[in-house]
């Protein structure tokens, strides 16, 4: 039987503050269940690892999976909230849609595939056609050679700062325009093209929530990191860093994730449930 028609989607527009409650909420619904929100992260970027090595089609493959995840997670929390536990079984459940509903899912995943693909491409272009072409070439067969002073030298001379802030924010534009659309062609029907559109519109009207998430969780990974230094100094042992740094930044990868939900949700007057 066909899916019924997608209900009306309205978007809200919230104030900046927005964003700081998707980090706390995000964070108590991980400790709701750290070991399941941790464990499906490190299951699903193991799977990536894995699949990125397969020859000429695994980064696609990987990036195509992406928003299947993303997915995966906002289940995860929607289950979370409802009081009940999930496992890995939370991947297999994206599919069990109605074909229609899962195959706009796999185009915006293809879209996006292709999307970021762009992104590298304008970059590479830019590249090769400014100044400092032909210098990553050189880079790396210094560092091959193992020739520090001529790395250095390279690195000091160059502007490969500007072209990964390039990348960055040509990915950034990326993602937020992708942000909404895998949830809303999965679990209201909506068509690509639409859910591409409602998806940008509901970042663009809710840009200042946003800026405040994107610093909120930059501000918290900076203070991880800044704390496990501290911690290595005082106790003068770089392995102590490290047993303070790894945990707590997969645990706060792991709030991050849980928070989609959260930043989809309130964006739209709609119930993203299955």
């Known amino acids: 039987m066909a899916d019924a028609s997608p209900p009306t989607l ?9 964003g700081l409650l998707w980090v706390q909420q995000g964070i108590a619904a991980c400790a709701r269940n750290p070991l399941g929100f941790t464990a499906l992260l490190v299951v699903t970027t193991l799977g990536f690892q894995l699949i990125a090595q397969l020859p000429l089609i695994g ?4 990036l195509m999976a992406m928003p299947f995840v993303w997915l995966a997670y906002m289940r ?3 289950l979370t909230l409802g009081g009940q536990r999930f496992g890995l079984q939370v991947l297999a459940d994206i599919w069990r849609v109605p074909a229609p509903r899962r195959n706009a899912l796999v185009r915006v995943s293809s879209l996006y595939v292709a999307a970021v693909l762009a992104c590298f491409v304008v970059v590479v272009l830019v590249y090769r056609n400014g100044p400092d072409a032909g210098l990553v070439g050189k880079l790396l067969q210094a560092m091959e050679d193992k020739r ?13 700062w500007v072209y990964a802030l390039l990348l960055s924010s040509l990915l950034s534009v990326v993602s937020l325009v992708f942000w909404h659309a895998p949830a ?7 068509r690509p093209g639409k859910a591409l559109f409602f998806s940008a519109m509901a970042c663009w009207h809710n840009r200042a929530a946003f800026l405040v998430y994107g610093l909120a969780w930059g501000a ?6 800044l704390v496990s230094a501290l911690a290595g100094q005082l106790l003068q042992s770089e392995a102590a860093a490290a047993v303070i740094a790894l945990p707590s930044m997969v645990l706060l990868m792991a709030s991050f994730y849980a928070s989609l939900h959260f930043s989809t949700a309130d964006c739209f007057q709609a119930q993203f449930e299955e």
């Open 59 to 62: 980064p696609a493959i990987a």
């Open 76 to 78: 995860a929390t929607r």
């Open 10 to 18: 309205a978007l809200r527009t919230l104030q900046a503050r927005a």
């Open 184 to 190: 809303l062609a999965h679990a209201l029907g909506m």
């Open 220 to 225: 918290l990974g900076f203070l991880v990191m």
């Open 148 to 160: 520090q002073e001529d790395v250095e030298a390279l690195l000091a001379g160059s502007r490969l």
